[in-house]
């Protein structure tokens, strides 16, 4: 059933709200103790029953010392791609010979269990390499000399000649309207914090800083749900397929949207996955998109860590969001469930540390690869089996609700959850895991 804004208007006047249209798409709903605002056009009149997640002064993360900047160099992902005979492998592993063995083994066996997967079906996995190819090609410095200087096109198609000044408030409902309209599932705007960008950065742009691609102060932070269907089959196809499939399209929407910015004579750095200047997690917590979770993931209310990000930093003026918590600290000591269905060991079950200033849950990214190189394949366990990552139906969103509005029932939730949803690895669909005759021509 679809309400009309007027009727929807009269149904809460008719519950005890004061209620009146504002402008073309806002509601404003006063009772005798709260007034509400609402974004008709984007679909949260509904947000009236599921509320969105609470807004706080300050996010929920702990800084207990001086923050530590990350070289991106040190990621696991980044040393992985490092190759043996190059002058960037001779620089990383002449600094950290320590951990060149360890590297050397899981390059080595990701390479195996690649080619032996792909000796068996290469028709189906070829499919997701496909997929997240894009990312890459997006990561790739030549890749942004292509943004919005384009002069030689149809009049309509050409830069604003003059620098559009909008009014913030109102530009950052359009872009948020944007980012949604593109395929977004929530986007909030941060303000840019140098603390979490990284002091250097990994290869294509290996060693340079990226201060000077951070310098304007906000940061448009956009999450990209995945499909529950395909995450839980854990490490099969339809996981490398989906987490593929995503990051390539949060990169490509980060950059229509930093391109839309420049055309309106703003500076714009869109942040593809594989060319990210800064820490997702804190920032992303920062503008209120989610709460840090145990798994390491940020977990958002509407699709729990199941998502992939994409970003803008820009200086279009706009107007930050502050960050949210619903609960999930508290859920997080509770739960655990992550934890245990890691096959690595990789997440803690345990309390939160200390790591680089900032009290956290450590998960171990090293034993996490090292289980992604012993499969072959991308792992999706940690966040298929994460309460907060069921389909967002209305059974699901109810039960949310209960979890952010009542902690005393947490624990029963929690329970539930292991009680009644399977957390087993389900096959890949059938149409992906279909084979197809072929044979191969001498000259492919
Ligand atoms: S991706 Fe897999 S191996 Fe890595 S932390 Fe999550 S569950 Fe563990
Ligand atoms: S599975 Fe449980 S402990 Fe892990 S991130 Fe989700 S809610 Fe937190």
Known sequence: MILSRATFAQIMAKCGWHAHLKGE??????????????????????????????????????????????????????????????????????????????????????????ERLLEKSPINEQMAIATFSRAW????????????????????????????????????????ALALFLGAGRVRIAKMDQRWVYSHAHAPAYGKPYDSETQYPYVICMAFPQSPYYLETHTGLGVNLEVGWKYSFASYVS??????????????????????????????????????????YTVTKE??????????????????????????????DKCGICAEACPSGAIPAGSREEVRGYLKWHVNSDKCYGYWAAVGRTCGICQAVCPWSHANNAWHRSIREMAQRFPRLRKLLIKGEEIFYNQKQKPDPKWLSEEVDFEYLDNA
């Open 25 to 114: 798409i806002m509601l404003e709903l006063k009772s005798k103790d709260e007034t509400r605002e609402m974004d008709l056009d984007a679909g949260s009149w509904r947000n009236f029953v599921w509320t969105q997640p609470p807004e706080v002064d300050h996010p929920t993360y702990k800084v207990v010392g001086p923050i530590e900047r990350v070289d991106a160099r040190d990621y696991v992902f980044s040393r992985i791609v490092l190759e043996e005979g190059t002058e960037w492998y001779d620089e990383y592993y002449g600094r950290h010979p320590e951990l060149r063995e360890m590297d050397d083994k899981s390059r080595g066996r990701a390479r195996i269990m690649g």
């Open 137 to 176: 090609i997006f990561g790739r410095p030549d890749y942004f000399k292509h943004m919005a200087p384009l002069k030689s096109m149809p009049t309509g198609m050409m830069l604003n000649p003059k620098k559009a000044v909008p009014n913030p408030r109102q530009m950052t409902r359009k872009i948020k």
């Open 255 to 296: 950059f229509a949207l930093a391109d839309y910015i420049k055309r309106l004579g703003w500076h714009a750095r869109p942040s593809p996955t594989t060319n990210t200047p800064y820490m997702v997690p804190p920032l992303f917590i920062d503008c209120g998109i989610g709460e840090d979770g145990r798994c390491g």
């Open 303 to 332: 699709f729990g860590n199941n998502w992939r990000p994409g970003s803008v930093i820009t200086d279009l003026p706009l107007t930050p969001d502050k960050p949210v918590d619903f609960g999930m600290q508290d859920f997080c």
